[in-house]
């Protein structure tokens, strides 16, 4: 109880900082910032803690995005019903996917969900409704209430679902589900012969880890007021969902969290003072790097220093 | 109450490999049963079957639970563990890089055993009480002899009626797998266990089987009512015993 009323506070003065500095580029930055908290503790759920490398990322991030496209095109402009919209089809994304891949094991699954992602791309670059190829405006409404603008606000609900994600992350580690998936990362025949029902408990990591992953790509039409299906099936949000827990460490809350706002901030300052093209440049010779120096990643580096 | 567990004409494989023909065999309640064979002959495969981790090619298990017939063929692993039956697999296949408790914790993921947690925890640690003392460590980081009894603990975990050992003493010292042989037993007694235990170590588990088979080329090969028809048996001498 008193990791999640902290984890609230933590959240309220972060948000309260921002917002005294009242600077619109701050709040443009972060959120994307993040957006990546999001997209690495989903990824952990499932590649962290259950030890199911999933490369498809961008495809639930992209369904999340285009089922709010959708709604919006219907006439539903409600952000709160876009991001449940858009958690709910990457939700059961991550259930069927679950359903028809799971039981393979290993590199197969993760070719399986890359497949997944240029799969649903070519879907998308081909319904015209959606905008095809050619990409679709989005109008963002008039100033909210309380905001001081629109991103700001987005900025906020972004905040918001950061902080649910962490304190989802956090109680699954340590309850029975987060035990399960922890015995099947390390020997899955084994936890089958122990009685945990591996494939069930799979599944419900697939469905919260993609329903997470849609969730944070469901605002993404009212941040970038411009869709279209190469940017976002992007390489960049496959990558770094993966980059950030193994950068961070893998199998605690803590590791994503701390590689995408380290990873997270470093690109955004790399856009601003180099070029934007350097990203991801950058995020592969980080990566490389710790899985050759530190594979426990920062986490694991702090925890052998102190000796724990 | 009676637990019990009964293959017939049970054949398996995988893909094209036949490994199990027509094996039928008993392990009536209460009992303590061997199943010899040298290595690749089917002891593995027939345990898997019995967990539902091989779907079988033909013929049925059933098992008998509190009195209570049920079928296994085509059951899922964890309805099986559900059930009340417990594996300790071959290479005791333990979490390495979770804590001994852990390991056991897993144990008792099924929701029967969930109840009686911290009461078998407790049994375990009375039993085994170099567990209790390493019990925040890595199980990873442990010795061969160690391992082995956070296997049998995490199956005691799960609050068994039939207990299924596959190869309790691949890997471990002599001095190690005779007293690992002693806990099999010491833990069927004290807590009424139907107990089938794959091994190779033919002197080693006659010495606590209380009836047993010959498994060669998946076949039943011969049947043993008893430890000593067994021991008794001229195939058994001059194939398994070396007298």
């Known amino acids: ?308 | 109450m009676a637990n019990s567990i009964s293959v017939s004409h049970l054949s398996a494989g995988y893909g094209a490999v036949q490994v199990l023909d027509d094996v039928s065999l008993e392990v009536p309640s209460g009992q303590t049963v061997a199943l010899l064979g040298t290595n690749g002959n089917g002891k593995s495969t027939l345990m898997r079957c019995i967990m539902g981790m091989i779907r079988p090619a033909a013929g049925k298990v059933t098992a008998v639970i509190d009195g209570e017939t049920h079928d296994l063929t085509g059951r899922a692993t964890e309805e099986i563990v559900d059930l009340g039956i417990a594996l300790v697999p071959e290479g005791r296949r333990l979490f390495p890089k979770l804590a001994v408790e852990e390991n056991l914790l897993i144990g008792a993921y099924r929701p029967a055993a969930r109840a009686r947690m911290a009461e078998n925890l407790d049994y375990c640690y009375e039993v085994f009480p170099r567990l209790k003392e390493r019990r925040g460590q890595p199980v990873g980081s442990m010795s061969g002899g160690e391992q082995q009894m956070v296997a049998l603990g995490r199956a005691v975990m799960s609050a068994p009626r039939i207990l299924l050992v596959d190869e309790p003493s691949v890997g471990l010292a002599p001095i190690l797998v005779s007293r690992t042989i002693d806990l099999i037993h010491q833990l069927k007694s004290s807590l009424n266990l139907t107990v089938l235990m794959a091994e190779q170590n033919f002197h080693q588990a006659v010495r606590i089987a209380d009836r047993g088979y010959v498994i060669v080329h998946g076949r039943i090969a011969f049947e043993g009512a008893s430890a000593a028809a067994l021991s008794d048996n001229q195939m058994v001498r001059d194939f398994y015993l070396g007298q």
């Open chain 1, 1 to 308: 109880m008193r990791f999640y009323l902290g984890a609230v506070a933590v959240t309220a003065l972060l948000f309260a900082a921002f917002h005294l500095a009242g600077i619109e580029y701050l709040w443009f930055t972060a959120y994307v910032v993040v957006q990546y908290v999001v997209l690495a503790t989903a990824w952990n759920i499932l590649g962290g803690y259950a030890g199911y490398v999933n490369f498809g990322s961008a495809a639930f991030f992209a369904v999340g995005t285009y089922a709010a496209v959708a709604l919006h095109k219907a006439g539903i402009g409600n952000l709160w019903l876009m991001m449940l919209a858009g958690g709910a089809a990457s939700g059961l994304l991550g259930l069927g996917m679950g359903y028809l891949t799971l039981r393979l094991r290993g590199a197969y699954f993760s070719i399986a969900t890359l497949s997944l992602a240029v799969l649903l791309q070519t879907v998308i670059t081909n319904w015209s409704y959606l905008g095809g190829s050619r990409g679709v405006y989005v109008v963002r409404p008039a100033e909210v209430a309380v905001f001081s603008s629109f991103v700001e606000y987005l900025f906020a609900v972004m905040l918001a679902l950061a902080l649910l994600a962490i304190c989802l992350a956090r109680y699954i580690e340590t309850s029975r589900l987060g035990y399960g998936l922890a015995a099947i990362r390390d020997d899955e025949l084994a936890a089958e012969a122990s009685g945990v029902p591996t494939l069930r408990l799979k599944l419900i990591a697939t469905t919260i880890s993609g329903g997470l992953m849609g969730m944070a790509g469901a605002p993404m039409p009212y941040y970038s007021t411009f869709i279209e299906p190469a940017s976002a099936f992007g390489l960049n949000y496959a990558v770094n969902a993966m980059a950030m827990p193994l950068v961070g460490g893998l199998k605690t809350w803590i590791g994503p969290l701390v590689g995408a706002l380290l990873m997270g901030t470093a690109q955004q300052i790399a856009t601003v003072t180099i070029s934007s093209a350097v990203n991801l440049l950058l995020v592969g010779l980080l990566l490389i790097g710790f899985l050759m120096l530190a594979p426990q990643g920062i986490v694991g580096l702090i925890k052998g220093r102190t000796g724990r």
